[in-house]
């Protein structure tokens, strides 16, 4: 089964903007890219959700190319309580349609 | 509103022994979801159900059974327990599926011996 592919870890600085890439090379025309995040303990939680170009909210900022092969969830001037994985996900029809996780993005956050 | 609850939180349970993790959510959602996440790992899903009456296998079904008991519930029953299942356990739902948000129960840690 397709799944998307992000890079394992990240490290950044308070303040900085972290951008995080993924790849979904068979997405299907239909669908949509969301992001997750989980905090240890915690069942992931909604982040931000886009079809193409870019979507911004109050959290973060997700651009999606033409070609939808690829998505960057961009996280503005991150502090320390962003420290969690961050999930990219896209459903898969197979029958019925479902939602399988990809290795997430293991972001730590530095002082 | 307390979206997706599950429980119990944690168990502890013998090689062999059975038992049912339970999950409801009141959001009148189609879709649910069982999924499990080992140390250090994403998460993998076990089984799932786009509707009422209706269950499919995921990623990683193998010792697992699931009952849709109505829209509201979905349990996961292990029938023997083995040390390879001891992994936290995640229960979500979504309105429709397709493009639709997860929401997620707070997990149940469970341990094999």
């Known amino acids: 089964l397709a799944k998307t592919t992000q890079p394992i870890s990240m490290d950044s600085y308070e303040g900085q903007e972290v951008n995080i890439t993924c790849s979904h090379n068979?997405?299907?025309?239909?669908?949509?890219i969301t992001w997750y995040q989980q905090f240890p303990s915690q069942g992931p939680r909604f982040i931000i959700q886009?079809?193409?170009t870019k979507v911004t909210n109050e959290v973060a900022s997700l651009f999606i190319p033409a070609d939808r092969k690829s998505s960057t969830l961009s996280l503005p001037r991150v502090s320390l309580s962003d420290t969690a994985v961050y999930y990219c996900l896209v459903g898969i029809l197979s029958g019925t349609y479902k939602y399988i996780f990809g290795t997430g993005t293991r972001l730590k956050v530095l002082a | 509103n307390a979206g997706v609850t599950q429980t119990p939180k944690f168990q502890v349970l013998k090689t062999g022994q059975s038992m049912t993790l339970q999950c409801a959510q009141d959001m009148n959602h189609n879709s649910m979801y069982w999924y499990r996440q080992d140390p250090g790992m994403g998460l993998r899903l076990i089984y799932y159900?786009?509707?009422?009456?209706?269950?499919d296998k995921g990623e990683v079904p193998n010792g697992y059974n699931v009952s849709r008991l109505n829209k509201r519930e979905f349990s996961l029953r292990l029938e023997s327990a083995a040390p390879s299942q001891t992994s936290v356990y995640f229960c979500a739902s979504s309105d429709r599926g397709r493009n639709e948000k997860l929401f997620f129960g707070s997990g149940t840690q469970l341990s094999v011996l």
């Open positions: 886009g079809y193409k």
């Open positions: 068979n997405i299907a025309t239909n669908d949509y």
């Open positions: 159900s786009a509707s009422e009456g209706t269950t």
